[in-house]
């Protein structure tokens, strides 16, 4: 199947710190992707989506001045948490539509946020 | 907004049972329904899915069934095995849109050996 990376899988900050994760897709070109944030034992909620050359599309509820996206190309999204607080700590994940081929969602790894 | 409901929530059975999840959408222009086995601290993975144009898709032990005119879907698991444990996510596009899912709470499902 095809592959999206998400690195890191684990980061620890300090409170006040920002932290960059980044999710590629290695083998399909991705216009769109997605940022999810789940909570333990919960689904996965949708934070925003993210598309390349254009602004980030954000849910309602969710800072887009806190959570930073960039989608420079076709195969990199980025999400920027800024100010990190510990009501921030949670597994992000990320994915990505395989449009050109099929539009199926293929997910990151995830990153395990946790804020001091 | 548009909803997804899933249940049940945590689902336990012996080894070699059937399993079956169930989900509702609200949203009448959602066309796509994936599922998603998730195994503890891991990444989604896409096991299943199926098309409004569709009424049912199997794969091997695995298969989904969708009734349109009720904007029901589920997934039935034939044959369990211990590795089929973990949780599992039902999801709907938001209008015809297939990246953009709308996504259940999850089943945890135990299989028993």
């Known amino acids: 199947g095809a592959v999206v990376s998400q690195h890191p899988s684990w980061v620890i900050c300090k409170s006040g710190t920002s932290v960059k994760i980044e999710c590629r897709s290695l083998d399909f070109q991705a216009t769109t992707m997605f940022w999810y944030r789940q909570f333990p034992k919960q689904s996965l909620m949708l934070m925003a989506t993210?598309?390349?050359?254009?602004?980030?599309?954000?849910e309602q509820g969710v800072e887009k001045d806190k959570f930073l996206i960039n989608h420079a190309s076709l195969t990199l999204s980025t999400l920027t948490v800024t100010s990190a607080h510990p009501e921030d700590s949670s597994f992000y994940i990320c994915?990505?539509?395989?449009?050109?081929?099929?539009?199926?969602?293929?997910f990151g790894s995830g990153t395990q946020l946790s804020v001091l | 907004g548009e909803n997804v409901e899933q249940h049940p929530s945590t689902l336990s059975v012996q080894e070699g049972d059937s399993a079956v999840i169930k989900c509702t959408y609200s949203d009448s222009a959602s066309n796509y329904f994936p599922w998603y086995k998730q195994e503890l601290g891991k990444r989604p993975q896409l096991i299943i899915d199926i098309r409004s144009n569709v009424g049912e898709k199997k794969d091997q032990r695995i298969a989904v069934t969708l009734n349109k005119t009720a904007k029901h879907f589920s997934l039935h698991i034939t044959e369990t095995q211990p590795e089929d444990s973990a949780v599992y996510f039902c999801a709907a596009s938001i209008g015809g849109s297939q990246g953009n899912l709308i996504f259940g709470k999850g089943t945890k499902l135990s299989v028993k050996p």
């Open positions: 993210s598309n390349e050359g254009s602004k980030a599309t954000y």
């Open positions: 994915s990505a539509s395989r449009e050109q081929i099929d539009e199926k969602l293929f």
